[in-house]
């Protein structure tokens, strides 16, 4: 139920002001448990689609029951093999991606990534994305059928694939349109992961609401992109990337302020968090939990430290539970 | 859990040649579990800006001492704080990481061909296939003598020759202006020696195999080749695929793509795959056989 003895291993911020106050505190104890629209979790913090793999490849690390759940790369109906080499570029504080969903396909990840996944002992969220409504609708349909999965994240806001993805996450219309399909497919909940790509993001967060969303997650990546000055050419295939890390956090943040005055759903904030005081941020904007995402690369043990970081500033402040602290900046 | 991830002491960091780096780290972990071929991820810079770890070769491990060592060059922002850091600063680490070179016992002439900074991997190579040589499959001491054919841009920029030599390997030295050894590229080198030692017309290559398995010397009564390992930039590689594809001896690349996590998880550091799709630098990488990939 709590994570407090996984403190003990890492020493992220021993030396942070507001941590050495909080030895002076009273309260021992913060609750930081939270539940999203059923998922329940024993800490706020997941792992972001895309940038987990299917979870296997930091267990070498780290326990990673440790977490508050999963989310799988990007799920498409059929196997995809992904964009052409450069897929990643590096930004100031950031990273230009264009991996263009590699993924097993739902029928392979159910056959070789779920089995595993299942027994994690943690609650794993589906990411789906589809060329078209059919194929997202088809998706969940299949993925209900498992036993254990927590919930659907529908992305619509994939900016490297030729159809679908960020093009349904671009107007309150198309986003309704394929969120209505997930949400006919399953009786999970069905998460909407937001694109940042739009003009107001308050109108895609309502349609998606309107839809069916049980909750609502974001941000995806900007787009955005890099030419290579001696080829004198963009250096993506693709011409446009999706920029995350550090450097889009301000926008990410911004963004979950405003969704979090346009809906009553819980939200799931990401977009360049690294440490626990970015988390504590998007948390006092109106995140009920964050997801980590290019933070893992940098650091790995990113993830454990958030929690470890989240526990301590409540405390220190003592706030007995995360849910107080949640859109109270407002 | 083999793979470490932590702060590592800084032993020394010498600058060998113009340019290039040696830095060697304090890390029983990972000198323990490390293969040649893997390398480590690391985090050059605290702050966020440049944000990603730089996967680097490994160069050494010594399980005894505990010591790991790199050898890098300074391309950019990253490897450029890299080669600022001093004795007994600390160093944020991942690794080892990477599927690396397959290093059987016995091996009498492996041939591994290295350009520029390609070439440090292939130092802990050569003292594993060395290591490794001693005693063949039914026992018997080896007469091993490896070859090694390296390339670099100039004579100036030449490292671990000494290293290769006492490794019992022969060296033969390519520059690209010819102000060491010969002028021209390592897979030149490569090329001719085969062309030497098993000189076959290419109707009947597919005889290869079957002589370099039977161990039959052929004109030149010397001992085939059984494997050839390279590592070095892109057109280095290709050469060494397409000679590997008319010899049939079973050739090892080390490939280098833009990467992020070094883990597997990202799927950012795709190479192309013969059999279709992309394979994983990191992960089912960096070294592949040279037939499973297309260059």
């Known amino acids: 139920m709590d994570d407090r003895f996984f403190e003990r291993e890492y020493n992220p911020y021993e030396s942070d002001a507001s941590l050495m106050e909080s030895k002076s505190r009273h309260a021992d104890f913060a609750d930081i448990s939270v539940n999203i629209c059923g998922i329940a979790m024993k800490n706020p913090v997941m792992a972001a689609s895309g940038t987990f793999g299917f979870g296997e490849e930091y267990a070498g690390l780290y326990d990673i029951s440790r977490l508050g759940a999963v989310v799988t790369k990007g799920l ?16 100031p ?9 590699e993924n097993p396909g739902v029928e392979g990840f159910i056959r070789w990534e779920w089995p595993r996944l299942c027994r994690s002992g943690i609650p794993v969220i589906a990411n789906i994305d589809g060329d078209n409504a059919n194929d997202y609708y088809r998706m969940a349909r299949r993925l209900s059928e498992l036993d254990g999965l927590a919930a659907i994240e529908a992305n619509i806001s994939c900016p490297n694939v030729e159809k679908g993805g960020m093009a349904f996450g671009q107007h309150p219309e198309s986003a309704y349109e394929a969120i209505k399909a997930v949400r006919e497919g399953t009786n999970l909940p069905v998460i909407a992961k937001l694109s940042p790509n739009v003009t107001d993001i308050r109108q895609i967060a309502e349609a998606a609401v309107n839809a069916g969303a049980d909750a609502i997650s974001l941000i995806n990546t ?17 011409t ?15 963004m979950v302020w405003e969704v979090f005055e346009a809906v009553r759903v819980p939200i799931i904030g990401m977009g360049g968090i690294a440490s626990w005081q970015d988390a504590v941020e998007f948390m006092l904007a109106g995140a009920s939990a964050v997801a980590v995402g290019t933070a893992n690369f940098i650091d790995p043990f990113a993830p454990l430290k958030i929690i470890s970081g989240l526990k301590k500033y409540l405390i220190g402040q003592g706030i007995r539970a995360l849910n107080e602290i949640i859109g109270s900046a407002h | 859990m083999s793979l470490f991830c932590g702060s590592v002491k800084i032993i ?21 579990s490390a293969s040649p071929g893997q390398f480590l991820q690391i985090r050059c810079f605290e702050g966020l800006a440049p944000l990603l770890r730089r996967p680097i070769s490994i160069a050494a491990a010594d399980k005894d001492s505990g010591m790991i060592e790199i050898i890098y060059r300074v391309v950019g922002e990253g490897t450029g704080i890299l ?23 016995g091996l009498r002439r492996p041939v591994i061909v290295g350009g520029g900074i390609g070439v440090a991997p292939l130092l802990f190579l050569a003292k594993s296939l060395k290591e490794n040589s001693s005693r063949d499959s039914y026992g018997r001491e080896s007469d091993f003598c490896g070859l090694a054919f390296v390339g670099f841009s100039s004579g100036e920029e030449v490292f671990g020759m000494q290293f290769l030599e006492d490794c019992c390997f022969n060296v033969e030295i390519c520059t690209d202006d010819g102000s060491e050894g010969h002028k021209g590229f390592p897979t030149d080198l490569l090329e001719e020696y085969l062309k030497h030692i098993m000189p076959i017309p290419a109707s009947n290559r597919e005889n290869a195999k079957s002589a370099g398995d039977s161990e039959c010397t052929s004109a030149s009564s010397a001992i085939l080749p059984e494997a050839v390992y390279a590592c070095g930039p892109e057109p280095l590689l290709k050469k060494v695929k397409q000679i590997a594809s008319m010899t049939k001896i079973p050739t090892y690349i080390s490939v280098e793509q833009r990467m992020a996590c070094g883990v597997g998880a990202c799927l950012g550091c795709a190479v192309k795959s013969s059999g279709g799709g992309y394979l994983r630098a990191c992960r089912d990488g960096p070294v592949f056989e040279a037939h499973q990939l297309i260059l």
Not at chain 1, 222 to 238: E, N, T, W, Y
Request: hydrophobic share 40%; net charge positive; with cysteine.
């Open chain 1, 93 to 101: 504080a950031g990273i230009l991606n264009s991996i263009g969903l």
């Open chain 1, 222 to 238: 900007l787009q955005g992109m890099a030419i290579d000055i001696h080829k004198k050419k963009p250096v993506f295939h693709r």
């Open chain 2, 83 to 105: 080669a600022r850091k001093t004795k007994k600063d600390m160093l944020d680490i991942m690794g080892p990481l990477g599927k690396g070179f397959p290093v059987p016992r």
């Open chain 1, 240 to 254: 446009f990337a999706g920029l995350s890390g550090p450097a889009v956090k301000p926008v990410a943040l911004r």
């Open chain 1, 76 to 91: 498409t109906l059929e196997r995809r093999c992904g964009n052409p080499p450069p897929r990643i570029y590096e930004t």
């Open chain 2, 12 to 32: 020394d960091n010498v600058e060998i040649a113009p340019g290039i780096f040696r830095m060697g780290l304090e890390c029983p972990e990972a000198a323990e």
